[in-house]
């Protein structure tokens, strides 16, 4: 299926994108760039969990509008980590394996990060 084929697919596609693309900006504007694939990973992860919470809340008569937030802010820290680091000729890889479980025990106070 090409997208001279389903011009409606590709115009809905370039809509998300959009959407995608203002919070990025948004991100952008009140956050520091990241660093390395690491805080992009934990970032990333960040947001996933927080759609892992819709999903465990969701029921039939459930709105979706909180679970498309989520997933439109994790494209768009997918296209940041992609800005950020991995389209840089220089990457910064200075985030330690204890830095992250670090940061992996405040997401998730008691789970084991060894």
Same mark, same amino acid.
């Given at each position: 299926? @090409?997208?001279?084929?389903?011009?409606? /697919?590709?115009? #809905? %596609?370039?809509? %998300?994108?959009?959407?995608?693309?203002?919070? =990025? $900006? +948004?991100?952008?504007?009140? &956050?520091?760039?990241? &660093?390395? =694939?690491?805080? @992009?990973?934990?970032?990333? $992860?960040?947001? %996933?969990?927080?759609?892992?919470?819709?999903?465990?809340?969701?029921?039939?008569?459930?709105?979706?509008?909180?679970? +498309?937030?989520?997933?439109?802010?994790?494209?768009? !820290?997918? =296209? +940041? /980590?992609? &800005?950020?680091?991995?389209?840089?000729?220089?990457?910064?890889?200075?985030?330690?394996?204890?830095? !992250? #479980?670090?940061?992996? +025990?405040?997401? &998730?106070? @008691?789970?084991? $990060?060894?």
């Amino acid at each position: 299926m @090409g997208s001279d084929q389903q011009p409606w /697919l590709m115009a #809905r %596609l370039q809509a %998300l994108g959009a959407e995608a693309a203002a919070e =990025l $900006f +948004r991100a952008m504007d009140k &956050h520091a760039p990241m &660093h390395s =694939l690491h805080e @992009g990973w934990a970032v990333i $992860f960040e947001e %996933l969990d927080e759609l892992w919470d819709e999903v465990r809340a969701w029921q039939p008569d459930s709105d979706m509008a909180k679970a +498309r937030k989520e997933a439109i802010q994790i494209a768009a !820290m997918a =296209l +940041r /980590l992609v &800005h950020d680091v991995c389209d840089q000729p220089q990457v910064s890889r200075g985030a330690t394996s204890s830095v !992250m #479980r670090e940061a992996m +025990r405040e997401l &998730h106070p @008691g789970a084991d $990060f060894s």
